[in-house]
């Protein structure tokens, strides 16, 4: 478990924060300049605190106060940068098992094919760096980092240089490294969409301090949070399993919400999946609507409306238990009559799925 709670002045900026991370992925949200780097490396010791404790397990890795500092490269910390920074006279295997010859001591004998399958870096093994796609070298990237058998992994926005079909590639991968890395993972992203599918825990930093934390349901509905841009894209997050596929190629799936449709041949009864529900794709009617191309209506009372003077308003839609945000204009609202204990309908445009394994 990582322990954090420091303080350190940055120029115009004061980044004061305290957190903790576990098992899964921990992933520091905001937008650029908040300081979510800044604190990805003082936990790999590259930056010190001002203030404050650093902390994994029992071992403190930094306390200014006490004169403790563990350099950073006794931390057994892994860190994979934006820009993957492969060696470039050395192929891809030579790349991957740069980092054991540092390991000390017993360490795991099958580690190497262990990460080569879950990155699917096996076919890639003979080639130089410059021949890989940005997906492929961040990949390389990560499976060097996990070679070094480290206790804590820190990725900073490991997709950012990536275009959207590289991220496309790339993001399958990072789910499985969710499910089956062994190291807690620190995730630094300002992309909603890759906190709504990767992440097990959000620290949603604004402005150098933690302004919301917890499971990712809990947080990314949370559209006063968010930054104006980011606010159509805050989320309802749901667990879902795949009941059965449709004739027509649709797959029915289960949630808090009920029986959901999607498209998602090939999807397996019985399958887990994280089913996303963005603020932006669902629509608010009074009366249930009749022929209408969208497949999920469910029928809800509206449990709040919050104005945010900006022509918008963000609902909260309480459908049975679980629960749907949408975004509208301040205008709909007011001609739908939007307030609590309005009953209504929410007509979910699309979902995004992502499988759990």
């Not at 115009?12 to 903790?20: I, K, M, Q, R």
């Not at 349901?217 to 968010?226: G, I, K, P, S, Y």
Request: aromatic fraction near 4%; charge should be neutral; charged fraction near 25%.
């Amino acid at each position: 478990m990582l322990r954090l709670d420091v303080r350190k002045r940055l120029g115009a900026l004061t980044l004061e924060a305290a957190f903790e991370a576990g098992p899964g992925v921990t992933a520091l949200f905001g937008r650029s300049g908040c300081g979510k780097t800044s604190l990805l490396n003082m936990i790999a010791g590259l930056l010190r605190p001002d203030a404050g404790r650093i902390a994994f397990g029992e071992e403190t890795l930094d306390e200014p106060a006490a004169g403790a500092f563990v350099a950073p490269h006794r931390r057994r910390i892994g860190y994979v940068f934006q820009d993957s920074l492969l060696f470039p006279h050395l192929d891809v295997r030579a790349n991957l098992l740069f980092a054991r010859r540092y390991l000390k001591g017993a360490h795991d004998p099958r580690a190497f094919e262990r990460v080569v399958d879950m990155l699917g870096v096996g076919a890639l093994l003979a080639r130089a760096p410059a021949s890989l796609s940005g997906g492929e070298r961040q990949r390389v990237a990560i499976g060097r980092a996990l070679l070094a058998e480290p206790r804590l992994l820190l990725c900073d926005e490991p997709l950012a240089s990536l275009d959207e079909e590289r991220k496309g590639e790339i993001l399958p991968y990072l789910d499985r490294l969710r499910r089956e890395a062994r190291a807690p993972i620190v995730y630094v992203t300002h992309s909603l969409a890759e906190v709504a599918r990767l992440a097990d825990q959000v620290v949603l930093m604004r402005e150098g301090r933690v302004s919301a934390r917890g499971a990712p349901q809990d947080v990314l509905h949370r559209a006063d949070l968010m930054d104006p841009e980011n606010a159509g894209e805050s989320a309802a997050l749901f667990e879902a399993r795949v009941i059965a596929q449709e004739p027509d190629g649709l797959a029915r799936l289960d949630c808090a919400l009920g029986d959901v449709l999607t498209p998602g041949r090939g999807l397996a009864p019985g399958a887990r999946l994280r089913l996303r529900v963005f603020a932006r794709d669902v629509l608010i009617a009074r009366a249930r609507p009749q022929d209408l191309s969208a497949l999920n209506v469910f029928a809800g009372i509206v449990r709040e409306v919050r104005r945010n003077g900006d022509g918008a308003a963000d609902v909260e839609i309480a459908c049975g238990e679980a629960r749907l945000w949408a975004r509208v204009t301040t205008r709909s609202a007011d001609a739908l009559a939007l307030a609590p204990g309005a009953p209504v309908h929410a007509i979910v445009k699309s979902v995004a799925l992502d499988a759990e394994g």
